[in-house]
């Protein structure tokens, strides 16, 4: 019989990121980007997943149905004052879980490693501003603390549409309004919630993930009418980022597209966590700021993902943080290895890795 509490325990008693719960294994947490299984606990039998699965849906029908009809379920769950993010999908027509433990207390913004340009850019009255990268890099506490950084020093109000809220806010100086996307929640879908908040008087709009065409038309509406509005994308560069949202329209709309987003658009900031020579994750941070010449690329009839590469390089005076200039910060100040930084870029950018290494080691003499 499985011991979900005696699980979710030792979880938070070794600081896990993840909790796994697959058949014929024993339950397995991810510390420090390593995957261990709890030897202590039993191999996981078909059973056991089911016993999970109800422990964690308690007889919710809008949960069960989401899960029968989409074969997979995101909430949150709350457990010695932690909570979970839980993720239950099919795998062989068998639930498996994966729990995201949230951190009760965000960590200071200048903890984080994030640029400064970043913070300061949550200061423009309108525009568009959207934090990037794959899964598990770092984006929604990223994003977390820059509402954080405004609440406690701005008078605004600012709207969060959030699948499931993972971290909760008190309102200081400003009002915050966190929902729910989802069957059941506050509203059913990013789009709806982002449409919908034209209407409720918000400053500040944080969408927390843009995936599809709608979503991403709503929050450039969003913009347009004079808001400033976050959100995030899973892509692994800021060019890329570009170019994700260029396609999610027909060629025949492409050009207006490109047009409005080099307008709207005020940053981009993407980024990965890879693990230091301490042994921590360490935040390896790629920004673009959008000026003359970013947006000059970005309005292009033929979009090149290597010339807005180049434009982030060559302008970092006006606060672009290119992906090659911030390996070769943290290799100098010997927080990860030159082979580290060596395998996060291609083989063409090495020589200009070394080169910058050079530059900054002169500059420290």
């Known amino acids: 019989m499985i011991n979900i509490d005696r699980i979710l325990t030792r979880a938070i008693k070794l600081n896990a990121s993840d909790v796994h719960f697959v ?3 024993r339950p397995i947490l991810r510390i420090m980007r390593s995957l261990s299984e709890i030897e202590e606990e039993e191999i996981l039998e078909e059973e056991d997943l089911y016993e999970m699965y109800d422990f964690f849906v308690r007889g919710n029908i809008d949960k069960d149905d989401e899960y029968k009809n989409t074969k997979k379920i995101d ?58 990268g794959k899964t598990n890099s ?13 609440n406690q020093t701005e008078n605004k109000k600012i709207l969060s549409l959030e699948k499931p809220v993972e971290y909760k806010h008190t309102s200081q100086k400003s009002l915050i309004i966190q929902k729910e996307v989802g069957k059941g ?29 709608e979503t991403m038309e709503a929050a450039i ?42 307008s709207l658009l005020k940053l981009i900031i993407s980024q990965r966590l890879i693990k230091g020579t301490d042994e921590k994750l360490v935040l390896l941070p790629e920004v673009m700021v959008v000026d003359n010449v970013v947006a000059g690329c970005i309005r292009k009839e ?10 982030i390089q060559s302008n970092l005076s006006k606060g672009n943080v290119s992906l090659i200039n911030a390996l070769a910060e943290l290799y100098v100040n010997n927080k990860i290895s030159l082979e580290q930084a060596k395998s996060q870029l291609e ?17 420290k003499m």
Do not use: W
């Not at 200071?108 to 309108?126: A, N």
């Open 23 to 25: 058949t014929g294994k």
């Open 75 to 132: 909430f949150s769950y709350e457990f010695g004052g932690i909570r979970f993010r839980v993720n239950i999908s099919s795998a062989n027509d068998m639930p498996v879980a994966t729990l995201r433990l949230i951190k009760n207390e965000l960590p200071k913004f200048d903890e984080l490693g994030v640029p400064d340009v970043v913070r300061k850019m949550m200061y423009q009255p309108q525009g568009l501003m959207l934090v990037t």
């Open 138 to 150: 770092g984006k929604t506490t990223t994003l977390n603390a820059l509402i954080n950084e405004v």
């Open 185 to 213: 929640k506050d509203v059913i879908t990013y789009r709806d919630g982002v449409k919908n908040a034209l209407r409720e008087d918000c400053d500040i709009l944080v969408i927390g993930e843009i995936r599809d065409k």
């Open 221 to 262: 509406d969003m913009a347009e009418s004079g808001h400033l509005v976050l959100g995030t994308l899973h892509t692994k560069s800021c060019a890329e980022t570009i170019d994700r949202i260029i396609n999610f329209y027909e060629i025949r709309d492409q050009a207006s597209v490109k047009y409005l987003l080099s």
């Open 302 to 311: 033929k979009f090149s993902v290597s010339e807005l590469e180049d434009a």
């Open 347 to 363: 083989e063409k950018n090495l020589e200009v890795l070394n080169r910058t290494i050079m530059q900054m080691k002169m500059k």
